[in-house]
């Protein structure tokens, strides 16, 4: 789908230029544009090199470890589903500790081992759980204690002062996270309110059964 709809606005652009008369420009902003994207890219290589540094660093140190048990009730209460001790936790940790960093590149892999993780625990597998929902909206709308990526590309451009979205991208990304919360919170509940009473079908087919067998003539029991 995403790529359909850039191959359309390239389509769009080529017909555009070609119809005004544009096409030295549309050229001259294809290359730019490869040209930018390459030179973004380097850029964002050395500080994502760098806070990786940090965080392989912090995982020899046992901080990882340290910030996990401090993080370890928030993700229990987070994440009810999930039995202590499961390896999607350690994935969840992860993917939240990249996340307070801004390291989003590095975020994503973490997410995707917790999602095929929490996809074990899953009766149903063409349904997402409520794990995984919850997982999905944490990790877009995560609170972010430091911006990385968004600093490196201020800095790349020529920024004044690079870091000085902290605050605002601190605050922003607190109050997605406690609006992401809330709503996972209320479809959590609303769910539960939707469910039809009663046992689940396993059970309700097996006491049909078990009823079955015990309405069944003594004779034919012993065949």
Known sequence: MLNGIWLGMILIGFVFAAVTGRMNEFTAAVFDGAKSG????????????????????AEDADLLKKISRVLGPVVSFL????????????????NMSANLLGLGN?????GIKAMQELQTLNPDKETATPAMCTLLALNTASITLIPATLIA?????????????????????????????AADRLCRRLTLLRRPPGPPPAIRSGTAAAKGSAALPHSSVKG
Do not use: E, Q
Request: without cysteine; aromatic residues 8%.
């Open 106 to 110: 590095a975020a994503t892999p973490m």
């Open 79 to 94: 994440f009810p589903d999930v039995p202590k001790g499961h390896p999607a936790i350690g994935y969840i940790l992860s």
């Open 38 to 57: 390459v030179t973004v890219s380097f850029g964002l290589i050395s500080v994502l090199v760098f806070w990786l540094g940090i965080m392989r660093i």
């Open 153 to 181: 590309i201020r800095l790349n451009y020529g920024s004044a002062d690079p870091a000085a979205i902290v605050g605002t991208t601190l605050a922003a990304t607190a109050v997605a996270t406690l609006a992401a919360i």
